[in-house]
């Protein structure tokens, strides 16, 4: 398995998580008890899975466009 491979399937796991998270969270299930567990107002917390959602999806197609890594 090549190192890009290993990058995508790890980048694909943390996308997969956070947008799990919000689809749950935006049809109304309560994740109030994660947004203490990292001390962030609920959202503020939103706002930075987003972001962590749209960095990994960055990350994997800048990964998966590029020449450099077989």
Known sequence: ??????????????FVT????????????????????VEMPPGEFHWFAMFVVFAALWLMHAIATSDSAP
């Open 1 to 14: 398995m090549t190192s890009k491979r290993i990058v995508l399937r790890a980048l694909d796991g943390v």
């Open 18 to 37: 956070f947008t799990t998270m919000l689809v749950l969270w935006l049809g109304g299930l309560p994740f109030d008890w994660l947004s203490d567990l």
